[in-house]
């Protein structure tokens, strides 16, 4: 044993020089190489979770406040996350136990690499994180604790070779498996030998021949050493049992075997077959193949018939995996003596992989006046695939206002590609489609939802370019006179309409005072009470604006014609009836049929119909005399004068317009039948005993109208009584614990001064429990002028005749005429 110790140490010296490079990487784990836009660390395996990386916001050159408001993150397609960006420092931490060995097996270098994203605006930067590996794996041999058992015939000749199992190190550089020492004997000696992958294989080669009678039995070691700080070993037994007389090994007729397969081939499909002869006879000669156990799992996929030497698919065949297998077959007698070869088999790939997509980023909604050119999601898509059946093409409908654009490998970028118009399109079912160049083609799709938000672009449209309305005069105060109504293509707080009086002069007057406008229905009010005679038409200006900010707008104008009732009685302008001296007419005896004696010339200041005048005789001294025109007022003769006709004439003519109900003038023409003037006077003396009729009738009147008066004081006074008398009624009422709810009638306002009424006003009259015993009473005036003569001044005088009050019944409901 102590022989065997120190050739171990002797063996290991030859790595002493290795020690410094692998501690060298250990402290240059740091290094930070920036090619391309791309980042790219080295770090050993194992570091403990929350050890930095590296500082990415230094390294990418962004502060600590772009990396927290882009919302800075990492995306990976694989299912362990083995770092962490903390984003309040800006450093690239270890999340998840590194393990080289489990991450990429014997592939050197060892890496792996993600993406950080950035948003507003987007920024996508990748980060290759190199894994160094360090020396925590110790080779092993398979099935060490089980002896490796050889049979071997003593008259082996000096050189035989005899295949081992190879030991299998999971470390790679320096720290894998880098040589094999044999325990000291006087028989055998190492040969080593090297895979094309890299890999080592050991073959125990017989340099003295054995003799079994005085060995019959070896027990020798195999120790397999790795190049790392500190050095690792795995030791196997090898049992050696010498056979009496089988001096031929079995011999491949090839070195080397070579295949192909197809990735997916079904199991029990055979591969190839390999050959092998043994020039001994008998049981010497008799042959048994099998697969030696080699790095990888290439034993648990392929199998060989160990009679025929047919090698078949035993597992599945991944191309994604593992692309390429060697395996070492070995003949072996019964003699115990064996010979090996190798099989490579290349696994040729199938398009069995679709493309697959990963949205690593999506902004829904984006607003309608983003510019083309603006990225909208960020995807990556894999086809684990190789080759043609592993390329890409990635398209959208042409229809849709997007583009797809490559960016880094793997991934594309949804990019606008025109402007929006949310009113036109207010969103979008965007579905993106890969396929990859395989035969037959696999396709991949995903669907996004992408929505269009809306901008105050678009000001409120009315209905028409201008609106036309019609109102009666003699209104009431309040009465709605039109609707305007304007829409707004915009949605929500950009389609609101309120509606605005522009600021206009009518008759030197704002606007406001005659209309005024609801903000939110758009109905325009009269605000007071309308004379056709004064005011024919209203011409205003409506503006809607909507709520969006900034707010836009419209006009239109809006012209309200005042409608005329016949609210005029025809005036007379001819004869004119004044307080002054008698006028008359003096037709000559001589007239004939005929004859105009004058014409009552009148007028009406509504319009229309209401201002059609017709004329008629009322009353007359002799109606068979004279008559007057219904249109024109004149006045003739209808007869031939004789002497018999009175001198003096009393025509009462009568003047109504067409309107309903009509209204209507009266005037009183004096006609003097006469040749000469001085015959009129004599006649019209007796005019004295009118006047004294007139002044009787004036003083009548005055009594008439004190009594009155006084009646209506008496009839105040008993009301009064009587009201203070049901108060004190009510009082009793109240203090028995009726309910008395007080109503204030609200009052008519103008907002502003815009003349712009904000709310809707109900108006209500309540009354009392007791309030069926009151009265109400409403009382209206109307005129009529009446022409009176007067002898003594020979003039007229008007007299104005007042209408009786209307007093309500008792239950009745209030009525206004």
Request: contains cysteine; hydrophobic residues 35%.
């Amino acid at each position: 044993m102590a022989t065997v110790g120190s050739f171990r140490c002797a063996k290991w010296r030859l790595f002493d020089g290795l020690r410094c490079q692998i501690g060298l990487l250990v402290f240059l784990f740091h290094a930070v190489n920036m090619v391309g836009g791309q980042i790219r660390y080295s770090i050993p395996e194992e570091m403990k979770k929350g050890s930095v990386i590296g500082n990415v916001a230094q390294d990418l050159g962004l502060d600590l406040k772009r990396l927290r408001s882009g919302r800075a993150r990492i995306v990976t397609g694989e299912n362990i996350h083995y770092t962490e960006l903390k984003t309040d420092k800006g450093i690239l931490v270890v999340n998840e136990r590194i393990d080289r060995e489990q991450l990429c097996g014997d592939v050197t270098p060892c890496s792996f690499s993600f993406e950080v994203i950035l948003e507003n605006p987007m920024e996508l930067h990748r980060i290759t994180v190199e894994v160094l590996d360090i020396n925590d794996h110790a080779p092993v041999f398979p099935n060490k604790d089980t002896p490796i058992r050889l049979e071997i015939s003593e008259s082996a000749a000096v050189g035989v070779q005899f295949p081992l199992q190879s030991a299998e190190d999971l470390d790679v550089g320096q720290n894998a498996l880098q040589d094999y020492v044999l325990s000291t004997n006087e028989h055998f000696i190492l040969k080593q030998h090297a895979n094309p992958d890299g890999s080592k294989y050991v073959e125990m080669v017989l340099q003295k021949p054995l003799d079994r009678e005085r060995h019959p039995h070896l027990s020798l070691k195999v120790i397999a050493v790795d190049g790392g700080t500190p050095q690792r070993s795995g030791t196997v037994n090898i049992d050696v049992t010498v056979l009496d007389a089988n001096d031929n090994a079995p011999v491949f007729n090839q070195s080397v075997y070579k295949a192909s397969v197809m990735e997916n081939t079904t199991k029990g499909t055979s591969v190839i077959t390999v050959n092998a002869t043994d020039a001994d006879s008998g049981l010497n000669g008799v042959i048994m193949y099998s697969l030696s156990k080699t790095k990888g799992n290439a034993v648990n996929i392929f199998s060989i018939d160990e009679n025929t030497g047919t090698v078949s698919v035993s597992g599945q065949i991944d191309y994604e995996k593992d692309r390429k297998f060697e395996v070492r077959v070995e003949a072996k007698d019964q003699g115990g003596l064996t010979g090996s070869s190798k099989i490579t088999l290349d696994i040729v790939d199938v398009n069995d992989n679709a493309p697959i997509i990963n949205i690593m980023s999506f902004s829904s909604p984006v607003s309608e006046d983003a510019r083309p050119g603006t990225t909208v999601a960020i995807l990556n898509i894999k086809d684990a695939d190789s080759e043609k059946n592993g390329q890409i093409i990635c398209s959208i409908d042409r229809k849709l206002p997007f583009r797809i654009e490559s960016s880094l490998t793997n991934y594309y970028n949804l990019i606008t590609d025109q402007h929006f118009d949310r009113e036109s399109v207010s969103e979008y079912n965007i579905t993106i489609t890969t396929t990859d160049l395989g035969s037959p083609p696999l396709f991949g799709s995903t669907k996004l939802h992408l929505k269009i938000s809306d901008v105050n672009d678009n000001a409120p449209i009315f209905n028409k370019n201008s609106y036309s309305a019609h109102i009666t005069e003699n209104n009431s105060p309040g009465t709605s006179i039109f609707a305007v109504s304007a829409r707004d293509s915009d949605w929500n707080q950009n389609a609101r309409v309120s509606y605005l009086l522009e600021d206009t002069q009518v008759s030197g007057s704002p606007i406001s005072n005659y209309v005024s406008l609801n903000s939110e229905t758009g109905v325009l009010s009269a605000v007071r009470s309308f004379d056709y005679e004064q005011i024919k038409q209203l011409q205003l200006v409506v503006k809607a604006q909507d709520g969006g900010s900034p707010p836009l707008s419209s006009n239109v104008t809006v012209k309200v014609l005042i409608q005329d009732q016949n609210d005029n009685p025809p005036q007379v302008l001819y004869p004119v009836q004044t307080g002054g001296s008698l006028v008359a007419e003096l037709v000559p005896r001589s007239a004939d049929v005929g004859y105009l004696v004058t014409k009552v010339v009148a007028v009406d200041v509504d319009s229309g119909q209401n201002a059609w005048l017709s004329y008629k005789l009322q009353k007359a001294t002799d109606r068979a005399l004279f008559e007057v025109g219904l249109q024109n007022g004149e006045i003739r003769t209808i007869r031939q004068v004789t002497d018999k006709d009175a001198v003096k004439q009393r025509l009462t003519v009568i003047v109504e317009d067409n309107g309903q109900p009509s209204r209507s003038a009266t005037v009183i023409v004096n006609v003097a039948v006469a040749d000469n003037f001085p015959e009129v006077l004599s006649e019209f003396t007796d005019f004295t005993q009118d006047k004294e009729y007139n002044d009787n009738l004036t003083f009548y009147l005055v009594l008439a109208l004190a009594v009155v008066s006084f009646l209506f004081i008496t009839c105040l006074v008993v009301i009064i009584s009587v009201k203070i008398y049901r108060w004190r009624q009510s009082r009793v009422m109240y203090h028995s614990n009726l309910p008395v709810i007080p109503y204030y009638p609200p009052r008519y306002s103008d907002t502003l001064g815009t003349g712009t009424l904000q709310h809707v006003y109900n108006y209500e009259v309540c009354r009392t429990t007791d309030s069926r015993k009151s009265d109400c009473k409403m009382g209206g005036a109307g005129g009529q002028n009446v022409l009176i003569m007067d002898p003594s001044s020979t003039g007229t005088m008007q007299r104005i005749q007042s209408e009786k009050n209307i007093l309500d019944e008792p239950d009745s409901p209030l009525e206004v005429s």
